[in-house]
T-cell receptor, first 111, second 114 residues
């Protein structure tokens, strides 16, 4: 099963871009990368996902390397409300589309 | 997400008791999931269901059972609760017809087993 590796914590100044890295070196060709975040102990919230192309939505951008072994989530202008734990997840498509959560990155946005 | 509700939100029980956690959704999704989260860790999948007649074990199903009573309802049972099942439990749903397979999570149930 593909798993992900993320730094345990990061800080970012308010208004600056937050770049959160993720390593998924064992990912298979048909497995998607998803990003979720969890604020305090609330239910995780979907941010963005991708297969091999870079993606952008109203919340963030996702940059996936050409070999697909790593990706970066970019929050272009971090606000205090972006303080949360960010999970990089690989969705396994061959058996039930399961999500495998790692331990995530705790992002603190500093005023 | 208000479309996915969990009851109870908090529960304290004793070792050996049978506990049921309930999840309901109004999103019309066919797929439902139960996850467990221990302090400082990510979520682990307990069980998932792709429709009313389909139940599948996840990573950590031992000690748990589930029932999909209807498309909108998915309950998780601890037949004989033990202290190391103290955790935050999340229900989630997804739509098999949606291209992004996004999972929508409930607010969680905090379970303490004494």
């Amino acid at each position: 099963d593909a798993k992900t590796t993320q730094p345990p914590s990061m800080d970012c100044a308010e208004g600056r871009a937050a770049n959160l890295p993720c390593n998924h070196s064992t990912i298979s060709g048909n497995e998607y990368v998803y990003w979720y975040r969890q604020i305090h102990s609330q239910g995780p919230q979907y941010i963005i996902h991708g297969l091999k192309n870079n993606e952008t939505n109203e919340m963030a951008s996702l940059i996936i390397t050409e070999d697909r072994k790593s990706s970066t989530l970019i929050l272009p202008h971090a606000t205090l409300r972006d303080t949360a734990v960010y999970y990089c997840i690989v969705r396994v498509v061959n058996t039930g589309n399961q999500f495998y959560f790692g331990t995530g990155t705790s992002l603190t946005v500093i005023p | 997400d208000a479309d996915v509700t969990q009851t109870p939100r908090n529960r304290i029980t004793k070792t050996g008791k049978r506990i049921m956690l309930e999840c309901s959704q109004t999103k019309g999704h066919d797929r439902m999931y139960w996850y467990r989260q221990d302090p400082g860790l990510g979520l682990q999948l307990i069980y998932y269901s792709f429709d009313v007649k389909d139940i599948n074990k996840g990573e950590i199903s031992d000690g748990y059972s589930v029932s999909r009573q209807a498309q909108a309802k998915f309950s998780l049972s601890l037949e004989s609760a033990i202290p190391n099942q103290t955790a935050l439990y999340f229900c989630a749903t997804s739509d098999s017809g949606a291209p992004n397979r996004e999972q929508f999570f409930g607010p969680g149930t905090r379970l303490t087993v004494l």
